[in-house]
């Protein structure tokens, strides 16, 4: 396929994954986006700011350069494309990124705590808790508040010792949560798992003040029943 | 446009934003009522009292001058009519009145306490806590109860400095949500983001009983993104 | 209309309010069950023991006699009818009872505990707090427990002389909710708000460990909005 | 019916039980499987793994012998079919098992905590608590994971007495719940009222932290009205 026709592939993909969002209930209103990044053909497609789901139709889907300069589209690109950015930047391996309000992910990001791995729905997926990034500072977030949370995200990261491919989704302080993947379904399904899990883990809490997260041996059990060579989950 | 044919946009809309408050499941049964006011024309628009929503027509809507004397229509018009009519006398700038009992909303009011602004969620639509009233006396109450549940609501506002505008909306305490706009539109959502925020807000207690209401520097780059003259977000 | 008649059209209200439990919300699988009573024919009908909803006819509908046994009809009738009749015996203003295992009700059911009037969503339809009713002995499970269970709420009633037209619900300790009202669909609609304020009891304490009652004037103010002769809410 | 009608027939309601999961909400992607076994002929009919459930269709389920050998079928059966035989191995009467990550009954697996039996819509279903496994050891994990799982179920039910009939389904630490029944139906049911008595008890847990388990005699009452000799609920 050529750039134009691969283009308008990311399109449609965005633009169905962006459908989902408010279809399984992780999104309200307009409080979401989905990006796709081609960095051969040096493009990212991503939502139009605050346009209506029940409105919005493919062709609104906005394409820019890798610096996120708009090259394609007549509309405005999503406010948070900076911190779309910036995580296309240093998480190399990630092909979407997927930015909600979803409840219960938002509960946690608002409480400012990590997701404990508490089960193995959780490690299924996540391979270990779920981080949450330190407040942003004041200047932060003068000066470029969307890309310092790009910035912020990748320290956290970087702090921690974190695999982005084994850690699909962060929380940020008193924002929300984003979450990645190869393909923006599979972006959007780590967003299903993010918000599921985070509710899981507080109710897991009230019941058992004491509750432990799972040992590393069933951690890794089950992460690796579903990703990398060993995997043996699913039909491949 | 005929005054005629602004009320017939108006009943319209009004009808429209009130089938909205069940399909978002922010009303069971008949707990709620949507208005409109053209201060111009001399007109206010409002559900009926207690019709069932499958039942209601676009002409049941009841049509009352600026003081709530019925001048159109057979029907009674909502029985909190009187604290719509007080809102739109003291807040002059808002076009639309809601109320709700939904469910995480009314918890607050019930629980007495103020919503912190603990998320962007919260600073995208609310500059702010969202305030609850103190409890009407019994004086209040028996001299003319939705009227006094307007006055709280403007004196709540007064005391703490508070701008309609930046802060779309409020508990009475004991009761429930009351939420405004420019356009009926507008001040649904805002009882959607009210009722969201609610339910965020009593879940981040719980997961961190020392939580932080955000900072103002994040609460203002938050309310600013979508607000006033130097808002970046949406297509404006 | 004779006899015949008006038993086909009680069939048809119980069949449709039955029908209404699992589309609101209010039954999973067949736990629960509506009847009404004409006491001047001496009739009462109810849905039958344990079908499925999805299956059942507006015919499997069975008729009893004022005493609960069967006159009319091929099917055993619901197994909690030995309760509805010892209701419709002690309250003679009611027509119709409804029984669920609503989840919201039964989590106050299962703590033991009355539901506090904590706000005006319970005022409009409950005068005063919704009463649970002591556990049950193991003699009068043993004996006869469906009418026991009947006995209990009336000596509930009884003993804080309450009104079953101003409380028209009841919680059974360890169980679940029992709701009535003049017709079947108002039954099932005082189910609907009883596990409505359930749900927002619950986290009104959670929000507020100290949280109030509302006082009694505005306790009266909403109930008598709505019911008696001072009534101005709806239509009538 | 011959061998191959009887492994269609099962194929069909391991099929539609299957969709029935994320219907009624107890399964997000594809967390879930059930299976069918006959002994007899000597066939147990499974979901394949990983398919997502939109695309599934009747002729991918897998039928593998006694010992859970695929005998039957291109696609790879449930990653958890170990555990489905060792239950069928050591629970003789069941027919049908389902695991799902159904949200809270997964909250009190991660809790490791037991459901107390609460109330009567536990008794209906389950006599007497639902137990939580121990966690499974590092050895266990590494040795046969799934094939432990079911050991450790049925350690459990030696260690308690408990007779699987009696208590049709249990958590696994750490991981989720499994159900079982005598037909996939029944064993799909058995889910959503696991799901919904852990919901039940751990807010009952909240609204009264004292909160007592319903005394034996109430517990016998409400099992036996639905199961054995005596039971009078339903048609039969």
Chains 1, 2, 3, 4 share one sequence.
Not at 110 to 121: E, H, M
Not at 127 to 151: D, F, I, M, S, W
Request: proline share 5%; aromatic share 8%.
């Amino acid at each position: 396929m050529n750039r134009s026709q691969l283009v308008g592939e990311m399109k449609k993909r965005v633009f169905e994954a962006n459908l989902l969002l408010p279809k399984v209930g992780l999104v309200k209103l307009t409080w979401g986006n989905v990006s796709e990044i081609n960095r051969e053909i040096g493009a990212i497609v991503i939502k139009p700011s605050g346009v209506p789901y029940a409105e919005m139709k493919v062709e609104d889907m906005v394409v820019t350069n890798l610096e996120g300069d708009v090259v394609e589209g007549t509309m405005k690109p999503s406010s948070d494309l900076a911190t779309h950015v910036e995580l296309y930047k240093a998480f190399s391996k990630i092909q979407s990124v997927v930015h909600t309000h979803s409840k219960n992910a938002v509960m946690w990001a608002q409480a400012g705590r990590a997701i404990p791995a508490y089960g193995t729905t959780h490690a299924d997926t996540f391979y270990g808790e779920v981080p949450c990034t330190r407040q942003l500072t004041n200047e932060e977030v003068e000066k470029a508040y969307e890309k310092e949370t790009g910035k912020v995200i990748i320290e956290t990261f970087a702090e921690n010792k974190l695999d982005p491919l084994a850690t699909p989704g962060v929380l940020v302080y008193g924002h929300g949560p984003f979450t990645w993947g190869e393909t923006p379904q599979k972006a959007v399904e780590n967003g299903i798992v993010l918000d599921e899990i985070a509710d899981m883990a507080s109710m897991t809490e009230v019941i058992n003040e004491n509750c432990q997260s799972i040992p590393d041996y069933l951690l890794d059990k089950h992460y690796f029943r579903k990703h990398g060579a060993t995997a043996y989950y699913g039909q491949k």
